[in-house]
């Protein structure tokens, strides 16, 4: 299965309910099974759940695993509710996904889409063409 792909297309279906970009950032959350309500931190800190399996990320954000689509998502909605600083710290110190790895890229990523919508640089329209673009294989 090509994982960003369906990553893109899930953003592109939320973004069509009209949610706030804070509500759009979080509810993109639940792609990695972390959820909405008071338990989001549970979910969070136990890595959510992979419910968008395979591949077709880029190389740069690619950790040959099935779980990236999951570590993006995951890490927007962790984003969405402490912010950029504190989620990047906890990706390097606790993670520990070094700015060299892919993980570390791809949490970069996130930190900078969640960045992007919500100081209203990126439209959540154009959110899923900001995945293909940046994170998907150029074949996607």
Same mark, same amino acid.
């Not at 969070?44 to 419910?51: D, K, L, P």
């Not at 570390?104 to 959540?124: M, N, T, V």
């Given at each position: 299965?090509?994982?960003?792909?369906?990553?893109?297309?899930?953003?592109?279906?939320?973004?069509? /309910?009209?949610?706030?970009?804070?509500?759009? &950032?979080?509810?993109?959350?639940?792609?990695?099974?972390? /959820?909405?309500?008071? &338990?989001?931190?549970?979910?969070?800190? !136990?890595?959510? !759940?992979?419910?968008?399996?395979?591949?077709?990320?880029? !190389?740069?954000?690619?950790?040959? #695993?099935?779980?990236?689509?999951?570590?993006?998502?995951?890490?927007?909605?962790?984003?969405?509710?402490?912010?950029?600083?504190?989620?990047?710290? &906890?990706?390097?110190?606790?993670?520990?996904?070094?700015?060299? #790895?892919?993980?570390?890229?791809?949490?970069?990523?996130?930190?900078?889409?969640?960045?992007?919508?919500?100081?209203?640089?990126?439209?959540?329209?154009?959110?899923?063409?900001?995945? !293909?673009?940046?994170?998907?294989?150029?074949?996607?």
């Amino acid at each position: 299965m090509d994982a960003c792909a369906a990553l893109a297309d899930s953003i592109a279906r939320l973004a069509e /309910r009209g949610y706030s970009d804070r509500r759009f &950032l979080k509810e993109l959350g639940r792609i990695a099974g972390v /959820r909405r309500g008071p &338990l989001w931190l549970f979910d969070a800190a !136990r890595g959510g !759940r992979n419910r968008l399996h395979g591949r077709g990320f880029r !190389r740069s954000v690619d950790d040959d #695993t099935d779980g990236q689509a999951r570590h993006f998502a995951g890490t927007v909605a962790v984003t969405a509710r402490i912010g950029g600083r504190l989620t990047r710290w &906890l990706t390097v110190t606790v993670l520990r996904d070094g700015p060299g #790895t892919a993980d570390g890229r791809l949490s970069e990523e996130a930190i900078d889409f969640a960045r992007a919508i919500r100081s209203g640089e990126l439209a959540q329209a154009d959110a899923s063409g900001w995945v !293909r673009r940046r994170l998907c294989h150029a074949s996607a």
